[in-house]
């Protein structure tokens, strides 16, 4: 309850949106895992591209007036490492310190083309990352409800800035990412296994609604006796039971499955198709309560190295 009163209106419908856990829950739904155990993303590279700009839920206009209003959109490509070196600071909304660690920025300079033709963005040398583990749904960019192997939470800084029309990262900016990852190679082989599984549950599914919709069109034609009847409402009702049974199997199936169009890395690594981007939306610290996060926009992931 204390840490409900604690957490603005603002800050807990950023979370919500932008795939964070719902911190208002007594026991959050994940928990951070150490690399005692070095996870597989380690080593691996990406090409990140960000496409900053106005997104359902933002809060962004209304700290900045006039930000993202016209619908502008801004792309802007980094590639970078994921390192087992520990970083020396620390972010709340990433992990614990001890938990955290560097993300070397491969490329320290992009461009984009703005109104004002080909403008270059500079980056800092590294930044950090922590890959905490759901126990719980959590949110997806597109606000569905996912169960990822693992939340992987980083930030990179941006010192220069850009800005094309109104979709602006001002100067100075600390970019915060969260996206799913699934760094368990062996274990999504494991869920290929399972693939025959969830045809046979979808098989299953078509089944049911087959036979409920026979029994319906028998009834409506008339010349049912009153015992058939009360046999077809009980088939009916073994049906919806069996339906809801197959159908929580199937989302469960689904949610915890690497989405299409996730990008794998050469050593079976995947991460999402889509992963939210927020920015801190005031200057008080982490540590204190009333810390304010504004969704940026979204950003993509794709391997650099990829398998043969």
């Known amino acids: 309850m204390i840490r409900k009163a604690l957490i603005s209106t603002t800050c807990l419908h950023v979370l919500l949106v932008a795939l964070f856990c719902d911190l208002c829950n007594d026991s959050p739904p994940f928990q951070v895992s150490a690399l005692s155990t070095p996870s597989p993303l380690t080593s691996t590279k990406w090409n990140l591209r960000l496409d900053v700009g106005l997104q359902p839920g933002t809060w962004m206009p209304k700290r900045f007036p006039g930000w993202g209003e016209a619908g502008a959109r801004l792309p802007i490509n980094v590639d970078v490492k994921f390192t087992t070196t520990p970083s020396p600071t620390r972010e709340s909304l990433v992990g614990p310190k001890d938990q955290t660690y560097v993300l070397d920025i491969l490329s320290k300079t992009s461009t984009f083309v703005s109104e004002s033709g080909q403008q270059e963005v500079t980056f800092a040398d590294s930044g950090g990352w922590c890959i905490q583990r759901p ?3 959590v949110r997806n960019a597109a606000g569905s409800a996912v169960r990822p192997e693992g939340l992987l939470r ?8 850009a800005k094309k029309r109104d979709a602006a990262v001002f100067p100075g900016t600390r970019i915060f990412f969260t996206t799913g990852v699934w760094d368990d190679p ?10 025959s599984e969830y045809e046979r549950v979808v098989d299953d599914l078509n089944r049911v609604m087959d036979e409920t919709r026979e029994i319906r069109e028998e009834n409506q034609e008339g010349g049912v006796g009153v015992l058939d009847k009360l046999k ?4 009916l009702v073994d049906n919806s039971k069996e339906f809801d049974r197959l159908q929580s199997k199937k989302e469960a199936m689904e949610k915890a499955a690497p989405p299409l169009g996730a990008s ?3 050593n079976g690594v995947k991460i999402a198709p889509k992963g939210s981007l927020v920015i801190k939306g005031n200057k008080i610290p982490d540590w204190l309560p009333g810390s304010e996060y504004l969704i940026l926009g979204t950003f993509s992931a794709k391997a650099l190295d990829t398998p043969a």
Do not use: H, K, N, Y
């Open 264 to 266: 794998e890395a050469a």
């Open 186 to 195: 062996e274990g999504l082989e494991g869920l290929e296994g399972v693939r």
């Open 232 to 235: 077809d409402f009980g088939a």
């Open 135 to 137: 126990t719980g749904d």
């Open 154 to 161: 980083f930030w990179i800084d941006c010192p220069s800035g």
